[in-house]
């Protein structure tokens, strides 16, 4: 039976079944409090487990993560540094008993198993690297029989696409471009905050996914766009974001929004909740719900009567209606919004309120056969909306 992650009336996670476990593990006597608190944050008991010396002592301790534990619990691991290594090595042996653990997550090891091997199904493996390289250990077999295994070093790859995939290991494994062990730490000089997010989603989603686990996400931002647009209170909507880490929202064409409570408050009560228009409608087009965050494609329309400091600031009423696509990335921590990061076409915007001219290109410009700016209005929009509304290539000259 899959566990049922919920928002209770505060806005936290909670369970219908037991707290699941979560062991994390590295080689120093304590480890960055951030880390343990965002895993607790997300329902989970959390227990660290230092590496101390290594070797037997710690393997041992590895073996008797389940003791004690009933039927049907099960636990999950979070290792980093070489206490990751050890972790991968461990659980690669066929022979160790994984019966209790459902997910491994391994940051930046300073070595990983033999890239072809295939750990066992009855736990998930993910491994995060970082750096120029990493050992490679495999145990060469002659005959049926397995020699000593051995370690040797192999270049890590950018990865494929744009998520640093590495195709070439069978268990899934990821690097993240510029960034050096110790990136998701919040601790370490080497922290890089971009690397740590991507990795922490990653992390998260299989974790969850080890557990059997379903989060509702969808109520509590429902409820921050409730109050933004529609019932308009600054106090029940600054209640939807969390306390720590800090919120933040941004709107990025403008760079308007806010960070922290106080900021928030000042942001939405006096520059944003009193501004939208009386025209203003929103359409969702579409929703894509993650692990920890909500993506939604909105179309938005109204008639610029009012002054609108967060999409024009500084520009008075110009009774032009405006019809734009907005997309919201929205991070979510323990049932409650983090951030949101809100991007739309600005100079489609600035085009349908008369602000921007496509036939004003400067002469320098103009001396080089530039007639227009490739700019579109509100059908651009509209083609979001219904994409047979508009011609495709009319701004390709050769189209």
Same mark, same amino acid.
């Given at each position: 039976?899959?566990?049922?992650?919920?928002?209770?009336?505060?806005?936290?996670?909670?369970? #219908?079944?037991?707290?699941?476990?979560?062991?994390?593990?590295?080689?120093?006597?304590?480890?960055?409090?951030?880390?343990?608190k965002?895993?607790?944050?997300?329902?989970f008991?959390?227990?660290?487990?230092?590496?101390?010396k290594?070797?037997?002592?710690?393997?041992?301790?590895?073996?008797?993560?389940?003791?004690? !534990?009933?039927?049907?619990?099960?636990?999950?691991?979070?290792a980093?540094?070489?206490?990751?290594?050890?972790?991968?090595?461990?659980? %690669?042996?066929?022979?160790?008993?994984?019966?209790?653990?459902?997910?491994l997550?391994?940051? +930046?090891?300073?070595?990983?198993?033999?890239?072809?091997?295939?750990?066992?199904s009855s736990?998930r493996?993910?491994?995060?690297?970082?750096?120029?390289?990493?050992?490679?250990?495999?145990?060469?077999?002659?005959?049926?029989?397995?020699?000593?295994r051995?370690?040797?070093?192999?270049?890590?790859?950018?990865?494929?696409?744009?998520g640093?995939?590495?195709?070439?290991?069978?268990?899934?494994?990821?690097?993240?471009?510029?960034?050096?062990?110790?990136?998701?730490?919040?601790? =370490?000089?080497? +922290?890089?905050?971009?690397?740590?997010?991507?990795?922490?989603?990653?992390?998260?989603?299989?974790?969850?996914?080890?557990?059997?686990?379903?989060?509702?996400?969808?109520?509590?931002w429902?409820d #921050?766009?409730?109050?933004k647009?529609?019932?308009?209170?600054?106090?029940?909507?600054l209640?939807?974001?969390?306390?720590?880490?800090?919120?933040?929202? #941004?709107?990025?064409?403008? !760079?308007?929004?806010?960070?922290?409570?106080d900021e =928030?408050?000042?942001?939405?009560?006096?520059?944003?909740?009193s %501004?939208?228009?009386?025209?203003f409608? !929103?359409?969702?087009?579409s929703?894509?719900?993650?692990?920890?965050?909500?993506?939604?494609?909105?179309?938005?329309?109204?008639?610029h009567?009012t002054?609108?400091?967060?999409? =024009?600031?500084g520009i008075?009423p110009?009774?032009?209606?405006?019809?734009?696509?907005?997309? %919201?990335?929205?991070?979510m921590?323990?049932?409650?919004?983090?951030?949101?990061?809100?991007?739309?076409?600005?100079?489609?915007?600035?085009?349908?309120?008369?602000?921007?001219d496509?036939?004003?290109?400067?002469?320098?410009?103009?001396?080089?056969?530039?007639q227009?700016?490739?700019v579109?209005?509100?059908?651009?929009?509209?083609?979001?909306?219904?994409?047979?509304?508009?011609?495709?290539n009319?701004?390709?000259?050769?189209?």
């Amino acid at each position: 039976m899959a566990l049922q992650f919920i928002a209770n009336s505060n806005g936290w996670l909670s369970f #219908n079944a037991e707290t699941p476990t979560l062991y994390i593990t590295a080689e120093t006597d304590d480890f960055d409090d951030y880390t343990l608190k965002a895993w607790q944050e997300e329902g989970f008991k959390v227990t660290y487990v230092p590496f101390g010396k290594g070797g037997k002592t710690y393997v041992n301790a590895l073996h008797h993560l389940g003791d004690g !534990m009933s039927i049907g619990e099960r636990y999950a691991i979070v290792a980093f540094g070489d206490a990751a290594s050890v972790c991968l090595e461990v659980y %690669s042996e066929p022979s160790t008993s994984t019966s209790k653990l459902c997910s491994l997550i391994a940051y +930046y090891p300073s070595s990983i198993p033999d890239p072809g091997q295939r750990f066992s199904s009855s736990f998930r493996v993910l491994v995060h690297l970082a750096g120029g390289t990493v050992g490679v250990s495999r145990r060469p077999e002659v005959l049926g029989i397995q020699g000593k295994r051995r370690t040797v070093q192999k270049r890590i790859t950018r990865g494929i696409g744009a998520g640093g995939l590495q195709e070439k290991i069978t268990y899934p494994a990821y690097t993240y471009e510029g960034v050096d062990p110790g990136f998701a730490e919040h601790d =370490l000089d080497e +922290y890089d905050a971009v690397a740590d997010a991507v990795a922490w989603s990653r992390s998260l989603s299989m974790v969850r996914r080890g557990f059997g686990a379903e989060v509702e996400l969808e109520r509590a931002w429902e409820d #921050n766009v409730e109050n933004k647009f529609h019932a308009k209170n600054p106090t029940k909507l600054l209640s939807t974001f969390t306390s720590n880490p800090q919120p933040f929202v #941004n709107y990025t064409p403008t !760079m308007t929004g806010g960070g922290g409570h106080d900021e =928030l408050l000042r942001f939405y009560s006096d520059f944003f909740l009193s %501004s939208t228009p009386p025209s203003f409608q !929103m359409r969702l087009l579409s929703r894509t719900v993650g692990v920890d965050r909500i993506v939604d494609e909105l179309h938005i329309s109204f008639k610029h009567t009012t002054e609108m400091p967060w999409m =024009l600031p500084g520009i008075p009423p110009t009774n032009q209606k405006v019809e734009v696509v907005v997309v %919201s990335i929205v991070g979510m921590r323990g049932g409650k919004v983090w951030h949101e990061r809100v991007y739309w076409d600005q100079a489609s915007v600035l085009f349908q309120v008369g602000l921007l001219d496509p036939e004003d290109v400067g002469k320098e410009w103009e001396d080089k056969g530039v007639q227009l700016l490739p700019v579109a209005g509100a059908e651009a929009a509209r083609k979001i909306m219904e994409n047979e509304s508009e011609p495709v290539n009319e701004m390709i000259d050769d189209w």
